[in-house]
């Protein structure tokens, strides 16, 4: 009997995918929850696993293909199928090996059903690795009369010309369960890792692509930063803000394919300006007493909740105030409707910086968070984010943005609006700069201050240019009162 893998429900918004990569080819054998396929949406890149043990037998769709959910991607063979079409297509192994090795292949897919240990998956074609759901890897157990498994066989030829291949299946041997993919042994060569020194993220402690992916990066940072230190100690403050060397090198007279999230970003962006009529705004926020408040408090704030205690959610708590006295800036157009659509609550898109592109994970309703709420909300999301392990109905459903450029140093910027959205609302970085400030006894005195630019893009088919000013006043009133005091315990 065979099993037909289909494109899963991969979010209320999402209705396609696009395949990327093909992980496995016709005549490979396949165990339950071992990764098929990756799959790129307009949301997250994800993998799919398989939802049976067995042999493909047939790929329906081609990779740069986009299939609509419940389309079907390809058909997984039970053992003695996938044996017959393995033999097809490697004979010559098979001839060479009497036979045996493509009858062997099939063996974990053909074991008696009381002969093989249970399967921690959900066995269905819905069960998708978002980057936040760890895999499971369901290894049959051999009758006591039968060969080893040749999976094991496989990757220590592979291992003999590559070293760390070879690590991958040490690894692999020293933890049991703890399955190691093609895929994964084939990232760990190319980014010279060592296996057996990781520790998985998967279920049972398995090895997965995101491991490698993270160890690789971290390597080249340490590597980046230890390079930094030798030129002194200003080169050294520069390379920790800013991409590593690891980076930034490779990409010199290089030309690549444009990655899929890029093109979407690029297509999305030249389709918002071809939308509506963006202008932007800019105000200057003094910002001091914020900048003392965060500077008593910031150390007691991390030990209660584990999270630094940095000058966004500030700026994200007057934002999402200010939406509740000026209705809209929190609004979206339907162009084909010719509608307006006030919203009730704000879903606040905090714009996040990866090194896949730049994603919008959405906090929902935060106008019912205080600042500890924001804080710790967005620093989840903002690590998720970069670790591809957002769900694509994070992604979805904004209703205002907000986006820190500051963040990397720059003063203001004029952002781009998210379509259907009317504002988005950008934060420069915090400068210290001498200022002139009215006294009360002493009158015009110059000091120096902690200020920070914050810029309004605005569609004028809804908001005017008095109704964004007056909503950037409002945010500006409430982060210079910088009544924070109770929440941050200073009182």
């Not at 990764?35 to 696993?49: A, C, F, M, Q, R």
């Given at each position: ?196 020194t990781l520790t998985g993220t998967g279920v049972g402690g398995r090895v997965r692509k995101q491991d490698i992916l993270e160890a690789a990066q971290q390597a080249a940072q340490r590597a980046a930063e230890q390079s930094a230190k030798k030129q002194g100690a200003a080169q050294s403050n520069a390379a920790a803000q800013g991409p590593s060397a690891a980076e930034t090198v490779p990409l010199r007279g290089r030309t ?170 950008g934060t420069g970085a915090v400068v210290k700069r001498a200022v002139v400030v009215d006294d009360a006894d002493l009158g015009e005195l110059i000091l120096p201050r902690s200020m920070v630019y914050l810029s309004l893009t605005y569609d004028h088919r809804v908001v005017d240019g008095a109704d964004a000013a007056r909503y950037l006043v409002s945010v500006k009133d409430r982060l210079e009162a910088a009544a924070f ?7």
């Amino acid at each position: 009997m065979s099993t037909s893998v289909t494109m899963p429900q991969l979010g209320e918004s999402v209705t396609e995918g696009t395949i990327t990569r093909w992980l496995k080819q016709v005549g490979d054998t396949v165990a339950v929850d071992e990764p098929l396929v990756e799959i790129s949406t307009d949301k997250v890149d994800t993998e799919i696993p398989s939802p049976a043990a067995g042999v493909l037998t047939e790929i329906h769709a081609n990779e740069d293909d986009t299939v609509e959910i419940g389309g079907a991607l390809a058909t997984i063979g039970e053992g003695d199928d996938g044996a017959a079409a393995a033999a097809a297509d490697g004979g010559g192994a098979a001839a060479a090996d009497g036979g045996g090795t493509a009858a062997s292949d099939a063996a974990p897919a053909a074991v008696e059903p009381d002969k093989v240990e249970p399967a921690h998956s959900e066995n269905s074609a819905t069960a998708v690795e978002q980057s936040s759901s760890p895999q499971t890897a369901s290894q049959p157990v051999a009758p006591p009369s039968a060969a080893p498994p040749p999976t094991a066989a496989r990757p220590a030829t592979q291992a003999a010309s590559n070293p760390a291949a070879n690590v991958a299946v040490d690894a692999s041997a020293k933890n049991g369960a703890a399955y190691v993919t093609p895929l994964v042994r084939k990232l760990a060569g190319e980014h010279n890792v060592d296996i057996s020194t990781l520790t998985g993220t998967g279920v049972g402690g398995r090895v997965r692509k995101q491991d490698i992916l993270e160890a690789a990066q971290q390597a080249a940072q340490r590597a980046a930063e230890q390079s930094a230190k030798k030129q002194g100690a200003a080169q050294s403050n520069a390379a920790a803000q800013g991409p590593s060397a690891a980076e930034t090198v490779p990409l010199r007279g290089r030309t690549e394919k444009l990655s899929r999230l890029r093109a979407l970003i690029g297509r999305r962006m030249v389709e918002s300006l071809q939308t509506s009529a963006q202008l932007t705004c800019v105000v200057e926020v003094d910002v001091s007493k914020i900048a003392r408040m965060r500077e008593e408090a910031k150390v007691d704030f991390q030990t209660r909740n584990g999270v630094k205690l940095s000058f966004l959610p500030f700026f994200a708590i007057a934002a999402v105030e200010a939406l509740a006295e000026h209705p809209k800036l929190n609004s979206s157009v339907d162009s084909e409707a010719g509608t307006i659509t006030y919203h009730a609550g704000a879903h606040l898109g905090m714009a996040v910086d990866t090194e896949r592109g730049l994603v919008v994970p959405v906090i929902r309703n935060a106008g019912d968070l205080n600042l500890t709420g924001l804080a710790r909300k967005i620093a989840d999301l903002a690590d998720r984010a970069r670790e591809n392990k957002l769900t694509p109905d994070e992604l979805a459903g904004g209703t205002f943005t907000l986006t820190n450029t500051g963040s990397r140093g720059s003063l203001f910027d004029t952002p781009i609006l998210n379509q259907p959205q009317v504002a988005i609302l950008g934060t420069g970085a915090v400068v210290k700069r001498a200022v002139v400030v009215d006294d009360a006894d002493l009158g015009e005195l110059i000091l120096p201050r902690s200020m920070v630019y914050l810029s309004l893009t605005y569609d004028h088919r809804v908001v005017d240019g008095a109704d964004a000013a007056r909503y950037l006043v409002s945010v500006k009133d409430r982060l210079e009162a910088a009544a924070f005091d109770v929440e941050l315990g200073l009182n």
